[in-house]
């Protein structure tokens, strides 16, 4: 090994003074960490170089996504690399999906021998995979029945068919029947017409307009409010996510979710956990409504469940899948037997009481640091979140300290109004790994004062 091998295999302080010139400081870091190369077990094998593939991108795919510029070839564990082989700290985990990280032995174990027996066979048959997964699911939670999908769009989508027509089904002689939902502020449900009808953001629905009728938007955590309308007996269901990802990590509260449920009781209105985001093991706790001793009547699953394979699953009490009869909803690809089978062994792994202690274990320790390293500096409101689910609010955009911490070779997100940073590493992440996306954050904040 030569000897700048052994210089950039070194630790590196670049201690930060105010007259450093914080470009020439990122320029220095990226170069020094393009020297850090993917093993040979996880080397891209393509010819194509980063710089192809985005131009190549830009001429063959509608333009629907603000890419981040790195191409992503490979992974293992928490890390990732690009096509020349440069390693990135993954605390993405694919938008809260690679729960078990990437390549997890037992679920390609798992993916491989499901694609050597059988694929796809649709709903006209059984299988028993999806058997398998729906027992597996119904087992560890509050739920008697479950409906597979292939997003989490599509389990709300669910959601929103089923909530009509259990109403329908139980005041069959009403002649104003309750068809109206609530949803809240900071509020993501998905981009398809029902769930973005009940996502908050008006530039994500105002282009599409008119979506779904009967949505009534009130603030996250307005008991008061919410307890009015949800009795003025209009309201077939309530969609809330105990723990907001896409709206910037805001968690509800016990208060406020119990308050929904005591509501929706005296009313007859369903009550609908949206866990996309937060739920299976996410915070912790198997599912995220758990931390608040509140049960509802539909849960809707999609992110993690199939640890990168597409899936959706909207959980549901007998009562309301009472209501539910043949052809009032369906799926040609939804619970096929590779992606159930794939479900099962991230299902099997993040269930174990082990697991989930460790998650709580090492987000707590997480958060306590980030708040330790960068409670201190100007920029920073709030770090807030529960389990491997935590946001960093900011009173700037957050965009040029991610944009920073990508070039330090570490890999996060944003939220909210686009200035909180979203972490949610996969959750098999260590303590070691952990410290370092602190340090390198830590790093990287005197971004925020160059470009705000």
């Known amino acids: ?28 870091r990226a170069c020094l960490n393009l020297d850090v190369h993917a093993p040979d077990s996880v080397r891209p094998k393509t010819h194509l170089k980063s710089r192809e593939v985005m131009e190549m991108e830009g001429k063959v795919l509608v333009g629907t996504y603000a ?17 020349e082989g440069r390693e990135y700290l993954d605390c993405t985990s694919g938008i809260a999906v690679n729960a078990l990280g990437h390549g997890d032995p037992d679920w390609v174990k798992a993916v491989v021998e499901q694609a050597n027996l059988l694929t796809h066979v649709s709903n006209v048959f059984y299988s028993v995979p999806q058997v398998e997964l729906a027992r597996r699911l119904v087992a560890c939670s509050f739920a008697d029945r479950v409906f597979f999908s292939n997003s989490g769009t599509e389990a709300n989508e669910a959601a929103i068919k089923f909530a009509r027509k259990y109403q329908r089904f139980t005041n069959p002689d009403e002649k104003q029947q309750a068809t109206e939902f609530i949803s809240f502020s900071n509020s993501f449900h998905g981009r398809t017409m029902g769930a973005l009808a009940l996502t908050s953001k008006e530039q994500y629905r105002f ?115 009472a209501a ?29 009481p082990g697991f989930l202690a460790s998650v709580s274990k090492k ?3 997480f958060k306590e640091l980030l708040i330790h390293k960068l409670g201190g500096n100007s920029h920073v409101r709030e770090v807030r979140g529960l389990g491997l689910i935590i946001g960093i609010e900011l009173d700037v955009s957050a965009s040029p300290l991610v944009d920073a911490c990508r070039d330090s070779s570490l890999l996060i997100l944003t939220a909210g109004k686009g200035n909180v940073v979203r972490l949610v ?9 952990l410290e370092r996306a602190a340090e390198i954050i830590l790093e990287c904040l005197p971004a925020l004062d160059k470009t705000n």
């Open 1 to 28: 090994m030569g000897s700048l091998q052994h210089f950039l295999n070194g630790p590196i302080s670049v201690p930060f003074s105010p007259n450093l010139n914080l470009r020439r400081s990122f320029f220095l």
């Open 67 to 83: 890419r981040n510029p790195v191409v992503i070839a490979s992974g293992k564990g928490c890390k990732l690399y690009d096509p």
């Open 207 to 321: 282009p599409f307009e008119p979506v779904m009728p009967g949505v009534n938007f009130l603030e996250y955590g307005d008991v008061q409010a919410a307890t009015a309308l949800i009795k003025s007996g209009r309201i077939a269901a309530v969609f809330v996510e105990p723990i907001q990802g896409e709206g910037g990590i805001y968690s509800a509260t016990k208060e406020f979710l119990q308050s929904l449920r005591s509501a929706c009781d005296d009313a007859g209105s369903l009550l609908v956990f949206d866990e996309v985001q937060c739920g299976l093991g996410r915070t912790g706790y198997l599912w995220a409504h758990e931390a608040y001793g509140v049960v509802p009547d539909i849960m809707t699953l999609a992110k993690p469940l199939a640890g990168g394979l597409p899936i959706g699953a909207a959980l549901l009490s007998e009562k309301v899948a």
């Open 324 to 352: 539910i009869k043949y052809g009032d909803h369906g799926s040609t690809f939804a619970g096929g037997p590779l992606v159930c089978n794939a479900a099962i062994a991230v299902l099997d792994k993040i269930s174990k």
């Open 363 to 365: 987000g707590q320790s």
């Open 425 to 433: 590493p996969p959750l098999i992440i260590s303590e070691q790994e």
